[in-house]
């Protein structure tokens, strides 16, 4: 029978350090880290990497050519290596370019943590650290092998780190993800939408407008058209929503354009939903004579589904009960890579992260005093899973 610490232990272990995992949380958001700067995410991970090195763990680079390199790493102190594997996933990168400290600097008022990055989600990189402080200093470790995947390209799309996500994934018995909570209640995220962008070109033909307009063919009316019927396709109720988020067309007033494009943002609850609108934009035609259509992309993160979530939040939810907590769940639009595992059939569990708000805007925030708090419950499951 595997002994586990006592949450309240954990807890009452981790507060008094909150001044600690603030002043770290402080160093890392003050390493920018935008998902487009390689050696920026580069020396971040190389901060990271030094800070797992000094727990003993084995830190592996998986090098990039274009993106920032991502870490592996491997904590496995007791030695075993018959006992399974836990996934721990989080990204290096953020959304704020370079620059974006001098007007949006690290600071601390009433209780927050302000600063690019603090809440998504370099407050959960932080959190992982003295989670596993805390287990080493309560002398109870995890019986599985922990492998934390931090990568570099999250904010982006995953495009270069998700054969490494899903290879680990298929490992593990079990994925916790730490991405940001839900709300300043910090509740944990039970399912995504499945995430997509379509491209939508139109072809047309271009001519003087004053002169000879009735022998072009209008490109931007042809996306009009396309986006009045594409916008029909909106499901609410069923989690199926399409929106038109950027459209291009156009070099003056008096040219009949021959080309405008549109990219789309597709999102679905389920799978089903997902393949279904992937067909209907693949069997578009043009509405204008002599219009012709080009259609790029689909989903490129899959539904992260509830029932792969539930067995984890059952457990997470009785941790958080024995330090006095009432851990809620949502249900969010938004896709992390933790879609991938659930989508490879693995259980995941996804929020873990930071409590706070204001994510990729001015006013991110994460709230300190529940820091240890949050590093007490990714204990408890590391130990107990």
Known sequence: ??????????????????????????????????????????????????????????????????????????????????????????????????????????????????????????????????????????????????????????????????????????????????????????????????????????CGRAAHAGLNPEDGVNAIEEIALQISRFSSWNQPGRGITVSAGVVEAGSGTNVIPDKARVVVDVRANRAGDMRALERKFRSLRPILKAAKLQIRGGFNRPPMERKQAVALYDKARALAKEMNVTLGEAYVGGGSDGNFTAASGIPTLDGLGGVGEGAHSPEENILTHALPERAALLAGLLASL
């Not at 029978?1 to 350090?17: N, T, Y």
């Open 1 to 202: 029978m595997k002994s586990c610490p006592s949450m309240m232990s954990l807890l009452h272990g981790l507060k008094p350090r909150e001044g600690a995992i603030t002043r770290l949380l402080g160093q890392f958001v003050r390493a920018e880290s935008p998902s487009l700067e390689k050696a920026a995410v580069d020396r971040f991970g190389r901060i990271v990497a030094e800070k797992w090195k000094r727990r003993g763990a084995k830190v592996r680079l998986l090098r990039q050519r274009e993106r920032g390199d991502h870490l592996r790493v491997e904590w496995n102190l007791s030695g075993l290596r018959d006992k399974g594997q836990i996934l721990v996933l989080g990204h290096l990168d953020t959304v704020y370019p370079l620059g974006t400290l001098k007007r949006m600097p690290f600071r601390l008022s009433r209780g927050r943590a302000f600063g690019p990055g603090a809440f998504d989600m370099k407050g959960g990189l932080v959190i992982a650290l003295f989670a596993v402080d805390a287990l080493k200093q309560s002398r109870h470790m995890p019986q599985k092998r922990v492998v934390f995947l931090w990568t570099s390209d999250e904010e982006i799309g995953s495009g270069t780190s998700r054969r490494a996500i899903e290879c680990e994934a298929k490992r593990s018995d079990a994925v916790l993800v730490l991405e940001p909570a839900l709300g300043l209640d910090g509740r944990v995220k039970t399912g995504r939408k499945g995430v997509g962008e379509i491209e939508i070109v139109a």
